[in-house]
T-cell receptor
Framework: EDQVTQSPEALRLQEGESSSLNCSYT??????LFWYRQDPGKGPEFLFT???AGEEKEKERLKATLTKKESFLHITAPKPEDSATYLC?????????????FGTGTRLLVSP | GAVVSQHPSRVICKSGTSVKIECRSL??????MFWYRQFPKQSLMLMAT?????????EQGVEKDKFLINHASLTLSTLTVTSAHPEDSSFYIC???????????FGPGTRLTVT
């Protein structure tokens, strides 16, 4: 069974304090790994897609990396507006076309 | 680009009634739409996948007669919760994808409360 585990469950940072969020996965053939940001009471907002080990993508203060077992979302010098829940999801070859399996997310709080 | 809307954003209904939620892709044609539900502080759970013009594919444990999904066009899918009960209260989110293996873009969600 495809599984996605995110850690930590919650993370509190001071503004400017860089850190990383972890997404560990076990899937039967990874088609793609996705990162989303979700604000309270809103739908997830797409951030990145990673397809193969060694791939990296950046967007402003965020950088996502991928290995064969996990992905990291690095946040450099975060600002209070980066506070949100960050969701990781995998798309696996064996679970049906386009189906996403989500982790439970990391709730990030950045204090000024 | 890639904007998905949902209507209504919030709905309160009485137990035993039905409620319809609309999901629209505003600036692209969505060949596939997905419906999720999310409980507080939990992750998104896929309920069903629908392709335009085809019957929806439901995930194990999701009652297809209770959660009716229609994907009549490339820009509109609807979810109807029939004979709603308080345990159906949840946050329902749709997503849309324009092509195989492309990203899913999510709507803002609909908060359903059944009294």
């Amino acid at each position: 069974e495809d599984q996605v585990t995110q850690s930590p469950e919650a993370l509190r940072l001071q503004e400017g304090e860089s850190s990383s969020l972890n997404c560990s996965y076990t899937v039967s053939g990874l088609r793609g790994l996705f990162w989303y940001r979700q604000d309270p009471g809103k739908g997830p907002e797409f951030l990145f897609t990673l397809y193969s080990a060694g791939e990296e993508k950046e967007k402003e203060r965020l950088k996502a990396t991928l290995t064969k077992k996990e992905s990291f979302l690095h946040i450099t010098a975060p600002k209070p507006e980066d506070s949100a829940t960050y969701l990781c999801a995998v798309q696996a070859s064996a679970t049906g076309f386009q189906k996403l399996v989500f982790g439970t997310g990391t709730r990030l709080l950045v204090s000024p | 680009g890639a904007v998905v809307s949902q209507h209504p954003s919030r709905v309160i209904c009485k137990s035993g009634t039905s409620v319809k939620i609309e999901c629209r892709s505003l600036d692209f044609q969505a060949t596939t739409m997905f419906w999720y539900r999310q409980f507080p502080k939990q992750s998104l759970m896929l309920m069903a996948t629908s392709n335009e013009g085809s019957k929806a594919t439901y995930e194990q444990g999701v009652e297809k007669d209770k959660f009716l999904i229609n994907h009549a066009s490339l820009t509109l899918s609807t979810l109807t919760v029939t004979s709603a009960h308080p345990e159906d209260s949840s946050f329902y989110i749709c997503s849309a994808s324009g092509a195989p293996e492309s990203e899913q873009y999510f709507g803002p969600g609909t908060r359903l409360t059944v009294t």
